[in-house]
């Protein structure tokens, strides 16, 4: 570990930071959202499988490449010797500055929503909402805000910066969950809300549901984009790698299937529907916590929103991250301009997203892809294009990276330093077995299943599913 890069000064510190980057709006805002619209239960039992069988190997390899190379995604792929497959790290700092661009106007709407509620105001039903997002130079405060906010943390560095941050915020989004899924249970209606949530009928599996649910799976990991190459490369060589990973997907996934605890009793103690889509949270959840009247009302939702624009933030941390990283290592510029230059990048690219949701009409109705109803706004396409199509696709690049390029004698033997116990282990077997097969062709199949779908509206994978 070099002294001008620094590096995270406990395994600890590193898991709650890689989990602060996996958990976020993907965990509490739109895994509800996708739980309601992919029929609810049997969506948690395709996401879930998801997580386990394929996310966890990808992340042992991109922990694994960034801990061996110590550099950034770009720089991993290039000091390893093989300057081509840098490409995947040019791909993951495109899907780092896109999603960045927009998660971070979602982030806004969630501290916005926190700061209204603190003054007693409620924005209840769609309208409201709409009204909210229109407002773009309000939106547009909090979005300088909490991009700013972002950018002080990742100004200071690994252990001064992220990781002292990640230890005071995880815990305290855990202890605000459960204390809101207590509160979940004692409302009307709660149960209703478990079964839809917790009994799967598998006749809703569709084609849709299974690579949505992949994509779910893939953004709330942080995975497909080097940001864990990138929180890998500041890893001490005595870290387990297998274990730290299986910690931090275990914490993302429970954070994901503890959220769906607190939301579906909400929503459905309004007798609400639960296929709401991006708006189930902003647009429903206000009306469940005026209800409760003035004073809970305050308190829970502030703590809601409150509680999403933490997870938020942990992500956005590690989003400019991964951008931050590259231009420290590769164009040798100071850790604070190149965090605050590439911040301010990122803004401006988020700038149509941010005027895509009732300030802009043409933005507003953007694109419309082929085989849908509706035009789409540029937020919801950038999303399409970063999160459905370029992480799996990175994922899929990762696993025949690793396995075929790296070779796999090289990544077992950075998987056994600092765990002296995974040398023939049937997990290291079950990560190798994992990134040589199912990875590359599973996640091939739903790159291309995506890619046909989303811009030629050919259903592929229905004509496969029947
Ligand atoms: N995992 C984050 C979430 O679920 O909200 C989103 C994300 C963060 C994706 C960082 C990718 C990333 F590199």
């Known amino acids: 570990m070099t002294a001008q890069r620094g590096g995270f000064s406990t395994r600890i510190g590193f898991i709650l930071a890689a989990a602060g980057s996996a958990v976020g709006l993907g965990n509490i805002w739109k895994f509800p ?55 995947i790290g040019y791909l993951g700092l495109a899907s780092g500055i896109l999603i960045l661009s927009f998660y971070n106007v979602v982030a806004a709407w969630a501290f916005g929503y926190f700061i209204d509620i603190l003054n007693g105001q409620f924005s209840v039903g769609g309208e409201a909402f709409g009204a909210y997002t229109a407002d773009w130079i309000k939106i547009g405060g909090y979005a300088v805000i909490f991009m700013i906010g972002t950018a002080f943390v990742v100004s200071k560095g690994i252990s001064g910066g992220i990781e002292k941050a990640a230890k005071i915020l995880m815990p305290t989004l855990f202890i605000m969950i459960l204390g809101l899924i207590v509160y979940a249970m004692t409302l009307p209606n709660a149960m209703e809300g478990l079964k839809f949530y917790l009994v799967p009928e598998f006749s809703e599996i569709t084609g849709p549901v299974v690579y949505s649910a992949l994509g779910q799976a893939f953004f709330s990991l942080s995975l497909g984009m080097g940001a864990l190459i990138t929180y890998g490369s500041y890893v001490a060589k005595d870290n387990n790698i297998v274990s730290s990973a299986a910690s931090i997907t275990l914490v993302d996934v429970g954070v994901a299937v503890l959220a769906g605890f607190m939301i579906f009793p909400f929503v459905f103690s309004q007798g609400i529907e639960p296929n709401g889509g991006p ?19 305050i308190v829970v939702g502030a703590l809601f929103f409150l509680l999403l624009s933490f997870a ?64 789409m706004p540029f937020l919801d396409f950038v999303g399409v294009i970063a999160n459905d199509t370029f992480l799996p696709l990175g994922g899929f690049l990762i696993a025949v990276f690793t396995i075929y390029v790296w070779r796999k004698e090289n990544f077992n033997k950075e998987l056994a330093e600092g765990d002296a116990e995974i040398k023939g282990s049937w997990l290291q077997s079950y990560v190798n077995f994992a990134l040589s097969y199912i990875c590359p062709i599973l996640l091939g199949v739903i790159f291309i299943v995506t890619v046909f779908d989303k811009f030629f509206g050919v259903k592929l994978m229905s004509m496969l599913l029947g």
């Open 33 to 87: 959202f996708e739980v309601g619209k992919g029929g609810g239960a049997a969506f948690v039992v395709m996401y879930l499988a998801f997580c386990f069988i394929l996310c966890f190997p990808v992340m042992v390899a991109e922990i694994s490449i960034g801990r061996k190379t110590q550099l950034n995604p770009v720089g991993a792929f290039k000091s390893l010797g093989y300057k081509r497959w840098s490409i």
């Open 279 to 297: 708006g189930l949270i902003f647009a429903t959840l206000p009306g469940v916590f005026q209800s409760l009247g003035d004073v809970l009302g």
């Open 312 to 375: 938020a933030f942990t992500s956005t941390i590690s989003l400019l991250e991964v951008p931050t990283a590259y231009v420290v290592d590769e164009h040798k510029v100071s850790r604070t301009k190149a965090c605050w230059g590439v911040a301010i990048a990122i803004f401006v690219v988020g700038i149509p997203s941010l005027l895509s949701y009732g300030a802009s009409e043409s933005l507003g109705e953007f694109i419309q892809l082929p085989g849908t109803d509706n035009p």
